[in-house]
């Protein structure tokens, strides 16, 4: 039953309903969708179980095609962050949430959207991540092409760099656009004098052609950015 809601082969609402019934979910909702890799072939049913049941949280659950995917019954629109930060605390790996739901007949694009949420994490990470929390890391996700494509022609030289060099150049962007284009708060981050981190962003310059003081240049670095950490190209 839980798979034909998440496939969309439920049949009409009523049907749907009513395979809702039998799986004990609350009726009235609001429901989200969870989907947790799972390459190690280790599940994590009976902490998820557990630790969602202790806010009244009522789920179902199914392993497939190497992810664990969860359809919740939430009392309450409240309850949405409760979920992140319940699932956040024992994730062992990347873990996608959809956004909240009122009829069992969207759950299909529901579960899409908890598979894309989940890659909008870097591969090898471990955390939660709600659909459309961060659009640019969406876009890369759900266009790999395309993102790969921009990488490439957006930073172009400085990707045939040495791994070491190029990863300290890309943690330098980074770790600025997180600090607000601050060079000082991004050289206290990274624990180096803030001319380093001027002279790292003037070598991006060299080999990209876009400067960091021009709005379409930092727009499109950061795009790039996310689309190397999201495993669009390899750092």
């Known amino acids: 039953?839980?798979?034909?809601?998440?496939?969309?082969?439920?049949?009409?609402?009523?049907r749907a309903w009513e395979a809702m019934r039998v799986l004990r979910l609350d009726l009235r909702g609001p429901?989200?969708?969870?989907?947790?890799?799972?390459?190690?072939g280790v599940g994590l049913l009976p902490t998820v179980e557990?630790?969602?049941?202790?806010?009244?949280?009522?789920?179902?659950w199914i392993h497939r095609a190497g992810s664990l995917l969860g359809l919740l019954a939430l009392p309450n629109e409240h309850l949405v962050v409760a979920v992140e930060e319940r699932l956040g605390g024992i994730a062992l790996s990347r873990v996608g949430i959809s956004r909240p739901f009122a009829s069992p007949m969207d759950a299909p694009n529901a579960r899409r959207e908890a598979q894309l949420a989940a890659q909008c994490l870097p591969p090898g990470a471990s955390g939660t991540h709600v659909y459309g929390s961060s659009p640019i890391a969406l876009l890369a996700a759900a266009s790999p092409d395309a993102a790969s494509e921009v990488a490439r022609t957006v930073f172009g030289p400085l990707l045939t760099l040495p791994a070491a060099e190029r990863a300290v150049l890309l943690d330098t962007l980074g770790v600025w656009?997180?600090?607000?284009?601050?060079?000082?708060?991004?050289?206290?981050?990274?624990?180096?004098h803030r001319n380093t981190v001027l002279y790292r962003l003037r070598r991006i310059t060299e080999l990209t052609g876009r400067r960091t003081s021009d709005a379409g240049s930092c727009a499109e670095l950061y795009v790039a950015l996310q689309a190397v950490r999201l495993g669009s190209l390899p750092e």
């Open 50 to 60: 557990g630790r969602l049941r202790a806010v009244d949280i009522d789920g179902e």
């Open 31 to 40: 429901f989200l969708v969870v989907c947790a890799e799972n390459n190690d």
């Open 177 to 192: 656009f997180a600090n607000g284009g601050s060079t000082t708060r991004a050289a206290e981050h990274l624990h180096c």
């Open 1 to 14: 039953m839980l798979t034909t809601l998440l496939d969309g082969t439920a049949g009409n609402s009523s």
